[in-house]
């Protein structure tokens, strides 16, 4: 009897493939991004040198993942965009904190690995990762046909920031009478997409209205280092699921931060999903970032500095001693 030789290949574990994938990705990592990426693709760990702008280093740490926007991107077959997503959700913490992004890496979970989607993947973490200024320095791509089904797989990024130790914005500065500004957000970023997703399943959706549900997450690094360069923040939020509501009361600092909606106007794609769903506004708000991606928190001298640095600032609220909660709507 013929023993078969291949037993790991016939349970869907292709070892060959993979290997030519890890080749495929050194192809699209040939060229660094940054000055200080001291490694390439294919080691087993990767390395970075500390910028020498930084002369109390401290690392900040974040890891994220896209969910279930993952299958809008499979419907219209464009998964670049979540790549571009991915980097945006880690870094856009990192940021949160004043830490600038240095280093990415990515875990690619599979049933069955498709080069050519994870190549469409990777491109689209390699854009984020240029806007961003950060080095993809690695990652892990787990084929697992036993644990993740037909087409389904999953993301999950990793990135790493630095910061000088007394530049560290944890919202501990935050007081009464500061100022709230808002950054527009591209769409809804990568959250709240289980509930799209199952609004939508059983509707006819035209093209258009699945393309804005693509759009990515807006990576808000420039503007904020930009930003800590010409004024002091005393905190940060990044609006990401839970909406403005849990994101802000994370940075309270006993204080209530109040936010006055009619400081913007939603954008109409969020009012499309509110009214294909029936969503009340109030689940829309605390679910959603509904248009506002990124906020800060500065003193009212430093708003204004701010607001003269980028101009899509937008002010939405201020702070005022505690009332019971942490955030609240005026």
């Not at 192809?27 to 000055?35: C, D, M, N, Y």
């Not at 965009?81 to 949160?96: K, R, Y």
Request: glycine fraction near 10%; charge should be negative.
């Amino acid at each position: 009897m013929t023993k078969n030789k291949n037993k790991y290949k016939d349970t869907g574990v292709d070892i060959e493939e993979g290997q030519k994938f890890i080749e495929d990705i050194k192809g699209l990592t040939k060229e660094p991004i940054t000055s200080y990426s001291l490694s390439n693709i294919g080691s087993f760990s990767g390395y970075i040198e500390t910028p020498s702008e930084f002369s109390d280093p401290v690392y900040a740490l974040a890891c994220d993942g896209v969910g279930t926007k993952i299958k809008i991107g499979l419907k219209l077959n464009n998964l670049k965009t979540i790549g571009i997503d991915l980097v945006a959700m880690c870094v856009n913490d990192l940021i949160s904190s004043g830490a600038k992004p240095t280093a990415f890496l990515d875990y690619y979970g599979c049933s069955k690995l498709d080069r050519s989607k994870g190549k469409e993947i990777i491109s689209g973490i390699l854009e984020g990762c240029k806007i961003a200024g950060c080095e993809l320095i690695g990652g892990e791509t787990a084929e697992m046909p036993n644990h993740y089904t037909d087409n389904n797989f999953d993301l999950v990024g990793f990135s790493m920031g630095v910061n000088n130790r007394n530049q560290i914005i944890d919202g501990s500065s935050i007081e009464s009478g500061n100022v709230i500004l808002g950054l527009p957000s591209s769409g809804f970023h990568s959250n709240g997409y289980s509930l799209i997703n199952e609004i939508i399943k059983d509707k006819a959706i035209d093209d258009s209205l699945m393309e804005k549900l693509l759009i990515p997450t807006k990576i808000y690094v420039n503007e904020i280092l930009s930003l800590k360069e010409v004024c002091n923040i005393n905190g940060m939020a990044h609006i990401t699921g839970g909406g403005l509501n849990e994101n802000l009361s994370r940075i309270a600092n006993g204080m209530t931060l109040c936010i006055d909606k009619s400081k913007w106007s939603v954008p109409e794609i969020f009012e499309e999903i509110k009214a294909l769903g029936n969503i009340s506004e109030e689940e829309m708000f605390n679910v959603f970032n509904c248009g506002i991606g990124f906020c800060l928190v500065l003193d009212k001298e430093n708003a204004k500095k701010a607001i003269e640095e980028n101009s899509e600032l937008i002010e939405i609220g201020f702070v005022s001693d505690r009332d019971e909660v942490d955030f609240k709507f005026i």
